[in-house]
């Protein structure tokens, strides 16, 4: 019998892949998708709305066909090119569902940084703004107002999908307050409040983070129910609550930190507690979640100790504070929800 000939092709696609993570990053920050919100134009339209030279036109509309992210009718000069319906809902600025913040970041920062992965892996240490000016990225980051905003922003718009999972699926009728640690614009504790009436929650961060995130608040009318604290939970205790939530905050620490966040969310619940944190969860054999492990990666690049893990991680970490029941909660996409309970 004759063996099928080997094929390269995926192993083309994946290291060749940067060349259409750079044509969907370009497209983003050029806002070509918020542009195409009013309606569809031609290859020159879009070429002088985004003020770019002939010779872009048409590889630059029909490769984003060909990656499935715009459609496209017709051909030839005359066709028109428009948002598919996840565009639309996620690429397009004025969208609430816009999740873009996350792409434009990578544009601006992270594209530029994974060029010097190979440093990373060979020296283990962080490949971002360190390398110039000597500061941990968050210090840069909360050193300026409108950089942290913009961040903070990024962040919530790649969390929200995760955020909305975990306030519909896990049952939070047995509690009654949650604490958010490292809770940014406050996203994760308002989608909470939405969806359960009687959970009265506290976003806590450190104290550049509160003005954002009580604009936040104010904006989705739950004041009432969703309060800010000053944190640094490398110096204070967490508040009190029924529920204790993380997301993506522990992959950006190393196992030493880790640790003790854990032990801050086991201190500061009550017997019968839960702590949850929402991560890229790496699949407990390290096969199938390449997301969490490219992510894992990442925070090589940008911490260099710093890293994501799996849940069967997650689960020895906690049992040796004293939690003794666990579960995971698939959520969006690659992303889910590790739950610690504390002994009644």
Known sequence: ??????????IMEVGMGFFGSRTLLTAVELELFTHLRAGKLTGDAIAQRLRLHPR???DFPDALVALGVLDREGDGPDALYGNTTE??????????????????????????????????????????EIKDSGEPLFAKLYAA????????NAMAGVSAGNFKALAEKFDFSRYKTLCDAGGATGQLACMVAA?????????ADLPPVEPIAKRCIEQVGLSDRVTTAP???FADPLPRADVITMGMILHDWNLEKKKHLIQLAYDALPPGGAF??????IDDARRENAFGLLMSLNMLVEFGDAFDYTGADFKEWCSEVGFNRFEIIPLAGPSSAAVAYKPR
């Open 1 to 10: 019998m004759t063996k099928p000939a080997l094929d390269p092709s995926h």
């Open 231 to 233: 944190l640094d939970f």
């Open 87 to 128: 565009s639309a809902a996620f690429l397009d600025k004025k969208s609430p569902q816009y999740i873009g913040g996350i792409l434009e970041m990578a544009s601006t920062r992270l594209y530029h940084f994974w060029g010097s992965l190979t440093e990373a892996l060979q020296t283990g240490q962080p490949q971002n």
């Open 56 to 58: 872009a036109i048409p």
């Open 276 to 281: 949850i944190v929402v991560e890229a969860l």
């Open 195 to 203: 969806e359960n009436p009687h959970m009265r929650c506290i976003s």
């Open 145 to 152: 107002p409108e950089r942290l905003e913009q961040f903070m």
